[in-house]
């Protein structure tokens, strides 16, 4: 099997017309074709409805805006202390100037 890497331009009736020289005169071939075009087309944008994108529930907004009650925060985390082999920063630093022997801090 062989792969045939080649660029085309549609014509304006929307065609692609491909001309590959194989070599072998009257020969059948199994040819399979992958087409993607080469950048995408812009995708339409659709309309706001009330000022609201349409992909957006009826009322959500609505429903949902002004509603949280209580606070904005994150809980703690706690101490997670350093990774197995990690007591403590200067031992880590001390490992990549070995790992590292261009490095000089």
Do not use: H, M
């Given at each position: 099997m062989r792969s045939v890497q080649t660029k085309g331009t549609t014509g304006p009736d929307g065609v692609l017309s491909l001309a590959i020289q194989l070599g072998?005169?009257?020969?059948?071939?199994?040819?399979?074709?992958?087409?993607?075009?080469?950048?995408?087309p812009p995708v339409p944008e659709k309309p706001l409805v009330n000022g609201v994108h349409p992909d957006w529930p009826a009322g959500f907004f609505d429903e949902i805006a002004g509603k949280w009650e209580g606070e904005v925060g994150r809980s703690e985390t706690g101490d997670l202390g350093w990774p197995p082999g990690y007591s403590k920063a200067p031992s880590v630093?001390?490992?990549?100037?070995?790992s590292c022997g261009h490095l000089r801090v």
């Open positions: 072998t005169p009257e020969t059948e071939w199994d040819v399979v074709v992958i087409v993607q075009p080469r950048t995408a630093l001390s490992r990549t100037r070995r």
